[in-house]
């Protein structure tokens, strides 16, 4: 019982992390920009560098502010780094915008006392160590977040599933990017701090990719996405605790796991409607043959 009670708080922080980066995941995976949210999550790191660097605290407002403004900073490149002539994939500007940013990072944290300490939180975080009002805090900006995409749906999703019929439509693009990339950058900005770069990441892109092994419709995705991702949650906390493991690793290499598992099984039912497709074949012809037949007579 004393352990349910010590992992209800990290327990809820992942399912709202869960509930938010699903949905997030979806137009990253449509967008072809897998990297993004891990593009995003260094930089918010790098920002929180730059604070600890200069004296603040890593988890004091001024440090999240000057976090918050790297992340607008990497959302502004972001929506405005599309190639109007697509001869330069977006992908390559966020792989060095994260690339330049891990490095930044570690140079000034080579300077700083206690770095060692201060990068393993921005890789893995401590979601084990999250407070209740940092549970109520994240929930009420990630509310606001999804409540913005509602409103908007239509416009991102639009962007996401066809960004050349958006373009055609007459829709300011790189204005909606920006606002994607923004509000996205808002919920980095804080899951950084709670659960570090890496489990963000994976709360973003196992979801959404192990749903689509299963649906193809964005609501059937949701839905698997927004189960597998508090499953693994609660595994993961719950084998952090008993195995004594780092609780944002533990729950990265469970998504792993579990991601691994969703795909034999569905190679186990691609199989199963396969060998049914290819049994009904013969009788669908015979049928088509006879009814050629009886149109012939």
Request: proline fraction near 2%.
């Amino acid at each position: 019982m004393e352990i349910l009670v010590f992992l209800l708080a990290p327990f809820v922080a992942s399912l709202i992390l869960t509930g938010i980066h699903a949905y997030l995941g979806v137009h990253v995976v449509e967008r072809g920009v897998i990297f993004v949210d891990l593009a995003l999550a260094q930089i918010a790191a790098l920002g929180a560098t730059v604070a600890v660097v200069i004296g603040m605290d890593p988890h004091g407002r001024a440090s999240y502010w000057i976090s918050l403004g790297f992340t607008f900073l990497g959302a502004a490149i972001f929506s405005f780094a599309r190639s109007a002539r697509g001869h330069i994939p977006q992908e390559a500007f966020i792989g060095i915008a994260y690339a330049v940013a891990s490095a930044t990072a570690i140079l000034l944290m080579s300077k700083a006392t206690g770095e060692t300490e201060h990068l393993k939180d921005m890789l893995v975080g401590n979601i084990l160590a999250v407070s209740w009002q940092e549970v109520r805090k994240t929930a009420l900006l990630y509310g606001a977040v999804g409540l913005f995409h509602l409103i908007f749906r239509k416009k991102f999703l639009s962007i996401s599933m066809n960004h050349g019929k958006a373009e055609q439509s007459g829709m300011n693009v790189h204005f909606w990017d920006f606002l994607f990339y923004a509000s996205f950058g808002f919920v980095v900005t804080s899951s950084v701090a709670i659960a570090g770069v890496l489990l963000v990441f994976c709360y973003l892109i196992v979801p959404s990719v192990g749903a689509m092994l299963f649906a193809d419709r964005i609501g059937p995705r949701l839905a698997i996405g927004w189960t597998m991702g508090t499953l693994v949650s609660a595994l993961g906390c719950y084998l952090s605790v008993q195995l004594d493991t780092p609780t944002g690793a533990t729950i990265v290499v469970t998504f792993g796991a579990i991601l691994v598992l969703m795909f034999f099984l569905h190679l186990i039912v691609h199989r199963g409607r396969t060998a049914q497709d290819l049994e009904a074949a013969p009788a669908v012809q015979r049928e088509l043959q006879t009814a050629s037949s009886s149109r012939g007579k």
